[in-house]
């Protein structure tokens, strides 16, 4: 079955501390892959994505994910972490090379940051 | 730009009660998603519109669950009569055909007491 198993479920950290969130995903074909964050309050936003090219994929906040084919793994880290970074996180992809097509989803990474 | 608006954002309502909810999507996106994610398990794709077209209704729980989206503008989903079960964030997501990935709304959180 296709599924999306992000590892850690809740993770707390101090401010600066270096941050790596695991995600793999199960499933043979071509993916596109994301991650979102829910800030408090907040509706779902697209943190990145990658959908060819460089595996190593940059977005918002310094933030960044690499791809790992053989891995099946799109892991999402950033060297320094802010109190404001306080959020719940989700892997997700989508199977095949359209551009749309139902997200699948992990079960979430709650993130608390310690100031 | 607005962004994919929700409405109601909460809604508390008894089992065997009927619950309408809506989404309007961003201005111009023919692709309109419904997710739902029940506590403490994941977001779950229950459907996929295309304009006015049901594209993919393979996530939908069972026939409970009616959406609509008539004139391919705002959706809605309603449930009757609703079951403990339903409960749980209902999220909408609109997105452009050459657009990755979606846009999300803040969602609505369901309770069937």
């Known amino acids: 079955a296709q599924s999306v198993s992000q590892h850690n479920h809740h993770v707390i950290l101090s401010e600066a501390a270096s941050l790596e969130l695991g995600c793999n995903y199960s499933y043979g074909g071509t993916v596109n892959l994301f991650w979102y964050v829910q800030y408090p309050g907040q509706h779902l936003q697209l943190l990145l994505k990658?959908?060819?090219?460089?595996?190593l994929v940059k977005g918002i906040k310094g933030f960044e994910a690499e791809f790992i084919k053989s891995k099946f793994s799109f892991n999402l880290r950033k060297p320094s972490v802010q109190w404001s970074d306080t959020a719940e996180y989700f892997c997700?992809?989508?199977?095949?090379?359209?551009?749309?097509?139902?997200?699948?989803f992990g079960q979430g990474t709650t993130l608390q940051v310690k100031p | 730009e607005a962004g994919v608006t929700q409405f109601p954002s909460h809604s508390v309502i008894e089992k065997g009660q009927t619950v309408t909810l809506r989404c309007d999507p961003i201005?111009?996106?023919?692709?309109l998603y419904w997710y739902r994610r029940v506590m403490g398990k994941e977001i779950k794709f229950l459907l996929h519109?295309?304009?006015?077209?049901?594209?993919?209704e393979s996530g939908m729980p069972n026939n409970r669950f009616l959406a609509e989206r008539t004139g391919g503008t705002y959706s809605t989903l309603k449930v009757q009569p609703a079951e403990l079960e339903d409960s749980g964030v209902y999220f909408c997501?609109?997105?452009?055909?050459?657009?990755?990935?979606?846009?999300f709304g803040q969602g609505t959180r369901l309770t069937v007491v």
């Open positions: 990658y959908f060819s090219g460089d595996p």
């Open positions: 997501a609109s997105s452009q055909e050459w657009e990755p990935g979606a846009f």
């Open positions: 997700a992809f989508i199977h095949g090379s359209g551009n749309t097509g139902k997200l699948i």
């Open positions: 519109f295309v304009k006015e077209s049901k594209q993919d």
């Open positions: 201005s111009g996106h023919d692709n």
